[in-house]
Nanobody, 128 residues
Framework: EAQLVESGGGLVQPGGSLRLSCAAS????????MAWFRQVPGKEREAVSC????????YYDSLSEGRFTISRDNAKNTVYLEMNSPNPEDTAVYYC?????????????????????WGQGPQVTVSS
C-alpha cells in the first residue's frame, strides 16, 4: 500500500527557514512525479512545487519560486520542501502528493486531481 508520511511542520518566524519531509513507502518515489501542495481554510488546495521522476527537474508556483526548494533523496525514498524566508501568507496545511511521472511534461503538475496518493498534511504557521 502506497503511503506518504510528512513531518517537519510547525511554527516558524517570518524570514526564518523550515524543512518539510515526505517519506514514501510501498512505492519508489523516484518513479513518480512528487509534489507539494498547500491549503488554507475556505480556499482550494494549491500547488507549490513538483519534482519530476527521471531527471529531477523542478517546478514552482510563482509565489514559491526563489524562496522554496524541492528535492528528493532516493536512498531515503523521501522528498523535501525547504522553505526559506517564509512570510505569514505561507501559513497553511502542506500536503505531499505522488502522481504519474508524465505530469510535469504534460504541463499539469499543478492539477490536484492528477495525483493519486496524499500525505496527511502538517500545519505550517509563519508568525512572529
Amino acid at each position: 500500500e502506497a503511503q506518504l508520511v510528512e513531518s517537519g511542520g510547525g511554527l516558524v518566524q517570518p524570514g526564518g527557514s523550515l524543512r518539510l519531509s515526505c517519506a514514501a513507502s510501498g512505492f519508489n518515489c523516484a518513479d513518480y512525479a512528487m509534489a507539494w501542495f498547500r491549503q488554507v481554510p475556505g480556499k482550494e488546495r494549491e500547488a507549490v512545487s513538483c519534482i519530476s521522476a527521471t531527471d529531477s527537474s523542478t517546478y514552482y508556483d510563482s509565489l514559491s519560486e526563489g524562496r522554496f526548494t524541492i528535492s528528493r533523496d532516493n536512498a531515503k525514498n523521501t522528498v523535501y520542501l525547504e522553505m526559506n524566508s517564509p512570510n505569514p501568507e505561507d501559513t497553511a496545511v502542506y500536503y505531499c502528493a505522488a502522481g504519474p511521472l508524465i505530469l510535469p511534461w504534460a504541463g499539469v503538475w499543478s492539477a490536484v486531481a492528477e495525483y493519486d496518493s496524499w500525505g496527511q498534511g502538517p500545519q505550517v504557521t509563519v508568525s512572529s
